[in-house]
Every structure is written in C-alpha cells, then in structure tokens.
C-alpha cells in the first residue's frame, strides 16, 4: 500500500488495478465503517484505519517475489509471511484454493519450524535440495518458529501479488 498521507481516487485505482467506479464503491464503504475520510487532498486512514492497518503489518510483515525453482516452477512467484500462524493450517489446500479462485496457477503452503521449512503434516525439509531458494526465503522474509509462508505462482505478477494476499487474508479472516 501507499505510505502516503492521502491517496487520490485516480492513485488508488491505478495501486489497485481497479476501475475508478469500483474504487468509489469501496471508498463509500470504507468511510461506512469509519476506516478512511476524505477530503479534496484524497483519502486517508482514520485512527482506526491506522489500528488495523498496523495489525496486518504486525501479521503479514514481510512478503517478497521468489524466482522459479522445482518446487515452485511459476514464472512470477509471490510469497507473503504470516506471523504465528502455524497452528491454524490445515493441510494448505484451503490457501491452494484461495489462491486458485484469484487467479494464481498454483500455491504452496509451507510451515517453518524454526529451522526448516515443511509442508503441513509432515517433518521433512522441503527445500531439503534447494538451499538457494531456501536461503533466499530466509533472508526476505526472516521468518521465526511458528511462521506460515504463502507462495502463489502465475503468469502475470499482479496476479501472482494479489492471489498471495488474498490467499493470505482469507487465512486470516477464516482463523
């Protein structure tokens, strides 16, 4: 998102890949539930739009693109980090899914453990023969014990992005 103050209708739409009468919807209903306010300068976020905005910052701190590799073998590759959510992972079918309905080609769930990153359900390292992606992840997103990552993949990085995140909201909203 914009670290700026205020964000025009025309910024937002463009930030958004929305059309700028869909943005006025959502506009409408964000000014409805006390998150933003307007005036001719743009948008901006209420005090508790900056309480929620700085709770997603605080559960999806980090999020990064992932080149191609065995394991994930899109061209555009999107990873975002959710802070102690191990625990309510299932099987990482429901990210999968999500993500799929956004328009991703696919979508990996992966736990990491505090020294390795495993899929649900299981114990071995899946990056076990890919120390280059598994550093790579480390690094970006500096996960700790507990940590989910979602990766996305697709032909289109937008979609790739935006698939990763609402993967990771549905994740947030449904737990």
């Known amino acids: 998102m914009l670290k700026e103050d205020f ?29 933003i306010e307007s005036n001719k ?11 929620i905005a700085n709770q997603f910052q605080k559960t999806i701190p980090k999020e ?6 065995k394991l994930i073998p899109g061209k555009n ?9 191990g625990p309510s992972i299932k099987s990482g ?10 328009g ?4 990996i769930t992966i736990l990491y453990n505090g020294s390795q990153f495993i899929f649900p359900g299981e114990e071995k390292d899946c990056f076990a023969n890919d120390q ?16 989910v990552v979602i990766v996305t993949s697709s032909n289109d990085s937008f979609i790739a992005e935006i698939s990763a995140k609402n993967s990771a909201l549905w994740t947030l909203a449904t737990n």
């Open 132 to 147: 280059k992606t598994r550093n790579d992840l480390l690094k970006k997103l500096q996960p700790e014990k507990g940590d």
């Open 64 to 69: 990064c693109s992932v080149k191609q590799c």
């Open 93 to 102: 079918l429901e990210q999968r899914d999500y993500a799929i309905m956004y």
């Open 77 to 85: 590759n999107h990873a975002i980090l959710l802070k102690n959510y």
């Open 41 to 51: 300068s743009g948008s901006f976020l209420t005090y508790k739009g900056k309480k």
């Open 104 to 107: 991703a080609l696919g979508c």
């Open 7 to 35: 964000v025009s209708r025309a910024t937002f739409s463009k930030e958004i890949q929305m059309g700028e009468g869909a943005v006025k919807t959502l506009i409408s209903h964000l000014k409805e539930t006390n998150i």
